[in-house]
């Protein structure tokens, strides 16, 4: 591939935001290998590295606008190749790890893992998203996006302006990080350098810290919209929260033809038996979507009370339905958070997105403690895995939980050069100790199979 020096001119661009689209869209197109590239070596122009930029934020929720001069530089850990990572672009260098929203989609073969990637910071915004910072445009904050600190670099324009391809050399490996690591990560706060770095994680076992959900020994997080169009999407009688049970859903991710058919049958309703797809009795504990749509009721019959009339039951009946099917109307592809354990009873969660090429394959029996999908006269006793993935903070109301995003996909059979790092062989900063040892990985998911009467039905590498 020919390799063309360019010089740069800076360009100053005004650009107005119109909205952001939410995270976890759909990778579109079949983009193939470019005759050319053109290729940069700003090495000299580097001002800061990575963790230099992101301690330029200093207050939660105060954005921070480059204004000086400030050039970085990093190698590229993330692909949207299996759709799991959408319109983000992770850059590594030596100090951390940085999200970029590059407002592209199907950009792997135009980034490819490993590249040296320079990004002009001057006149772009430092923000975060639920504990996660990231480089990009000032958000419109008078929009239904309020909430978000920065919105995509998604004009082409844009793009060229501030980020540059540099030589591509060898992808970056994936390390080991302990329960410890991370637990100690997480009482760092979004400083950590641990965030965002490809990392595998051994001995994870399905479920949620009984601590801190008393009720609830398994569970999932996501949520959905009455309506994605509405003023306020995150109005209380808009967004429904699932988050207290596994609502019988053993999928990685739910694609908008399974939620839509899960709505219609009930499957998110209280109470109902799915035991036949390998759900338990302990897998439901609330109703969310019941409990959205007797919020909705309460504003209409407030509203209705306002002018004259008291809706009878049969109106209420009739409401409710009506709310029911807006939901079932506009049903989507959800983003899916499974909870796992650490031995330090740290939790951790698996995010996918509804869109991702694996979204709707099931998670395997032998890690859910479930019977078998084959055979269901072998029930699995909760077995532990280890995953391969991203690794970011998530904030919220309940507290901080890290997270793993798939890059590859979880099923899929690696390459034979796929390697790790051991945790012995990485530093205190998570950076490689000098003749560190690699070790290969064959899956991206991997578990051992243990029936719940101790048999062992082999490990899946």
């Not at 909870?339 to 951790?348: A, T, W």
């Not at 403690?369 to 904030?395: F, K, M, W």
Request: with cysteine; aromatic share 10%.
């Amino acid at each position: 591939m020919k390799k063309l020096f360019i010089t740069f001119a800076a360009i100053a661009v005004a650009v107005s935001c119109q909205s952001l689209i939410e995270e976890w869209q759909p990778v579109l197109g079949s983009p193939s290998e470019p005759a050319d590239e053109v290729l940069v070596n700003y090495d000299s122009r580097v001002t800061h590295t990575i963790a230099q930029l992101k301690a330029m934020y200093t207050t939660s929720k105060t954005p921070v606008k480059i204004e000086e001069s400030v050039w970085i530089k990093g190698q590229v850990i993330s692909s949207d190749r299996t759709g799991n990572v959408y319109r983000e672009l992770y850059i590594q260098d030596e100090s951390g790890v940085l999200d970029v929203k590059v407002g592209r989609s199907s950009m792997y073969s135009d980034y490819h893992l490993g590249q040296w990637i320079y990004i002009y910071c001057t006149g772009l915004t430092l923000g975060e998203y639920d504990g996660t910072l990231q480089l990009g445009v000032k958000s419109d904050t008078s929009g239904p996006n309020a909430d978000y600190e920065v919105a995509y670099i998604d004009t082409q324009l844009l793009i060229d302006t501030h980020i540059f391809k540099g030589a591509i050399a060898e992808r970056i490996l994936p390390i080991e990080v302990t329960p410890e690591q991370i637990k100690a990560a997480v009482a760092v706060g979004r400083q950590s350098p641990l965030w965002g770095r490809y990392v595998y994680v051994k001995d994870l076992v399905y479920g949620c810290n009984t601590g801190r959900y008393t009720h609830v020994n398994e569970k999932v997080f996501f949520f959905i919209y009455k309506d994605p169009n509405a003023k306020d999407k995150k109005a209380s009688t808009n967004r429904f929260f699932f988050s207290d049970g596994t609502y019988s859903v053993n999928r990685w991710a739910i694609t908008k033809n399974r939620m839509s058919t899960y709505l219609k049958e009930g499957r998110l309703d209280k109470g109902f038996d799915w035991a036949a797809d390998g759900a338990s009795s302990n897998d439901r504990y609330d109703d969310p979507l019941g409990e959205g749509i007797e919020a909705n009721l309460k504003a209409y019959s407030e509203e209705q009370l306002a002018l004259g009339h008291a809706l009878t039951d049969a109106e209420k009946a009739a409401y409710r339905q009506s709310v029911r099917d807006e939901v079932v109307r506009n049903a989507s592809a959800q983003s899916l958070s499974q909870y796992f354990l650490l031995s330090n009873n740290q939790e951790i969660a698996v995010r996918s997105s509804g869109y991702c090429r694996f979204a709707d394959k099931v998670i395997p029996a032998a890690i859910l403690g479930r019977n078998d999908y084959e055979n269901p006269s072998v029930q699995y006793a909760h077995n532990p895995a280890c995953v391969l993935g991203l690794i970011n903070l998530y904030t919220s109301s309940s507290g901080d939980t890290p997270q793993i995003t798939f890059v590859e996909d979880p099923t899929e059979e690696l390459s034979a050069a796929m390697s790790y790092v051991p945790a012995s062989d990485v530093n205190a900063d998570y950076t490689l100790k000098e003749g560190y040892k690699t070790v290969s990985i064959n899956r991206v998911l991997s578990y051992d199979r243990k029936d719940m009467n101790g048999t062992d039905h082999g490990r899946v590498e």
